[in-house]
């Protein structure tokens, strides 16, 4: 399972690249809109400190104007990836990126007929958005079971992007069902390390060694 984070904070994503298991960085305007930097500025900052797939969005809603914006956008970088809305517009743009060898991120995904669509258009990922299903007492983690059950059934290579990810058990069960990348917030990435009971038995080694060693 991959592990991108899910932040336009350049601080963040050093932090979390620090800890030797981050594969990737998604952003959309929404988290560009909290940094000050420009979001190309940004973009170019963060395909430096990482090497992975850093996934970029268009804000156009006509085809042709995605596809202009992502010509600008794959020119920041080689591991650039044109995060594009699942409309039908987006559809199409996805289609003509995949025909030139763009890779793309079909975001705002949020039933197993957009992720069906996105993924016969070629995109490189597919991004259910499961925290904001939750918010509205749909159930998040069975789109993701469905699209990875879909995916399998015809061997499509689209991989299943989990996103708006709020909290580790999110992560297990995307990991349980066997979902290719989760992205999240530097905030979660962090809790999956932490146990009370880790740190209580690290607390009672250290003052037992102590004692031993009388210190
Ligand atoms: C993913 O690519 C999106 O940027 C993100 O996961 C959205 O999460 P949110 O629902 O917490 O805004």
Redesign the pocket.
Same mark, same amino acid.
């Given at each position: 399972m991959k592990f991108f984070i899910?932040t336009a904070s350049v601080a963040e994503i050093k932090e979390a690249a620090a800890m030797g298991v981050l594969d990737g960085v +998604? +952003?959309?305007p $929404?988290?560009a809109a909290k940094e000050t930097a420009p979001y190309k500025d940004i973009l170019k900052e963060i395909c430096r400190i990482v090497p992975g797939p850093v996934?970029a969005e268009v804000i156009s809603t006509d085809t042709d104007a995605m596809l202009r914006e992502a010509d600008d956008l794959v020119k920041i970088a080689d591991n650039i990836v044109v995060?594009i809305p699942t409309t039908l517009a987006g559809l199409r743009a996805i289609k003509s990126l995949t025909d030139r060898g763009i890779k793309t991120n079909a975001?705002l995904v949020f039933s197993p007929t957009q992720a069906l669509l996105v993924a016969k258009a070629g995109a490189t990922y597919v991004?259910p958005?499961i925290?904001?299903l939750d918010d509205i007492s749909q159930d998040g983690m069975q789109l993701i079971a469905d699209v990875v059950l879909i995916y399998e059934n015809y061997g499509f290579s689209t991989e299943v992007l989990v996103? $708006?990810?709020?909290h580790p058990i999110h992560v297990v069960e995307a990991a349980k069902i066997g979902a290719d990348v989760v992205?999240m917030p530097l905030k979660v990435i962090e809790q999956l390390i932490k146990h009370p009971l880790t740190d209580i038995g690290l607390e009672k080694f250290i003052s037992d060694y102590k004692k031993a060693n009388k210190q």
């Open positions: 899910d +998604t +952003t959309n $929404s988290l996934s995060k975001t991004s958005f925290g904001r996103a $708006s990810v709020r992205t």
